[in-house]
């Protein structure tokens, strides 16, 4: 087997062997150790003060294969583990900002889920380039908010996303707000605790039959040929999402 590229971005299509997630909750990346996945953090960002600061989907936005933007005010470190990798490492035009969470969207298939007035200007004409459609929704932390369970269909908490969704022929499920715990704030959201690490495995950094619509969430997976596991036997976490890189290819 070799470690190709994850062409879509967040939608692997074999075994994930490489992520990037936040090593904050070391009990996560061990699991993921144990599954045969290499993890990389994405440091912090100068500049944000809450827990956010240390999010892989506030800090870096994977667009497909090798090519990938992170925050110019990030660390140096995480690029450069990633340029080891062989990714093409591009910056944003501003520093990523609370207000301004400008790599924080959601790509699934064709289509960029995010807020047009935050979104790094740089990173938008390179979507549009590349022949994706642009959908506003007024969420700026889009890709918090919106878990990927296959390439047409989300689940999200979040009534803006929902409905854009269901205007444009993305497939949806609603799910009760909060019960997933985020230092610093009342609660986190979904698309942070949550990542694909093969085209038929969602991962969750907790206990996700803790969450009272987990049968809603795990049969709605189910639909896609998605299994859903938990990395965790605590509460769910909001930690910033794990985003898949690279996967084994026969």
Same mark, same amino acid.
């Given at each position: 087997?070799?470690?190709?590229?994850?062409?879509?971005?967040?939608?692997?299509?074999?075994?994930?062997?490489?992520?990037?997630?936040?090593?904050?909750?070391?009990?996560?990346?061990?699991?993921?150790?144990?599954?045969?996945?290499?993890?990389?953090?994405?440091?912090?960002?100068?500049?944000?003060?809450?827990?956010?600061?240390?999010?892989?989907?506030?800090?870096?936005?994977?667009?497909?294969?090798?090519?990938?933007?992170?925050?110019?005010?990030?660390?140096?470190?995480?690029?450069?583990?990633?340029?080891?990798?062989?990714?093409?490492?591009?910056?944003?035009?501003?520093?990523?900002?609370?207000?301004?969470?400008?790599?924080?969207?959601?790509?699934?298939?064709?289509?960029?889920?995010?807020?047009?007035?935050?979104?790094?200007?740089?990173?938008?004409?390179?979507?549009?380039?590349?022949?994706?459609?642009?959908?506003?929704?007024?969420?700026?932390?889009?890709?918090?908010?919106?878990?990927?369970?296959?390439?047409?269909?989300?689940?999200?908490?979040?009534?803006?996303?929902?409905?854009?969704?269901?205007?444009?022929?993305?497939?949806? +499920?609603?799910?009760?707000?909060?019960?997933?715990?985020?230092?610093?704030?009342?609660?986190?959201?979904?698309?942070?605790?949550?990542?694909?690490?093969?085209?038929?495995?969602?991962?969750?950094?907790?206990?996700?039959?803790?969450?009272?619509?987990?049968?809603?969430?795990?049969?709605?997976?189910?639909?896609?040929?998605?299994?859903?596991?938990?990395?965790?036997?605590?509460?769910?976490?909001?930690?910033?999402?794990?985003?898949? +890189?690279?996967?084994?290819?026969?």
């Amino acid at each position: 087997m070799s470690e190709e590229f994850v062409s879509s971005p967040n939608l692997p299509q074999s075994k994930v062997c490489l992520v990037l997630i936040s090593d904050r909750k070391r009990k996560l990346t061990r699991e993921l150790s144990k599954l045969g996945i290499r993890c990389i953090d994405p440091g912090s960002l100068n500049g944000i003060s809450g827990s956010e600061r240390f999010h892989a989907d506030m800090i870096v936005c994977h667009v497909g294969g090798n090519r990938l933007f992170c925050a110019s005010n990030g660390d140096i470190n995480p690029r450069a583990a990633l340029r080891d990798e062989g990714f093409e490492v591009m910056l944003t035009d501003n520093a990523v900002t609370a207000q301004k969470p400008a790599l924080n969207i959601c790509i699934t298939g064709r289509n960029v889920l995010c807020d047009t007035k935050t979104v790094d200007p740089t990173l938008a004409v390179f979507l549009q380039n590349d022949g994706m459609s642009i959908l506003h929704t007024n969420q700026r932390y889009t890709k918090c908010s919106a878990a990927l369970a296959a390439g047409n269909a989300v689940i999200t908490s979040d009534p803006s996303i929902y409905e854009l969704c269901r205007k444009n022929g993305i497939d949806v +499920l609603m799910i009760t707000p909060g019960h997933i715990e985020l230092e610093g704030y009342p609660y986190g959201f979904i698309g942070g605790c949550c990542g694909l690490l093969s085209n038929d495995t969602l991962a969750f950094s907790g206990d996700i039959t803790l969450h009272p619509d987990y049968e809603n969430i795990r049969s709605f997976a189910g639909n896609y040929g998605v299994n859903i596991i938990s990395l965790s036997d605590s509460m769910l976490c909001d930690i910033g999402g794990i985003i898949p +890189l690279k996967e084994y290819r026969l």
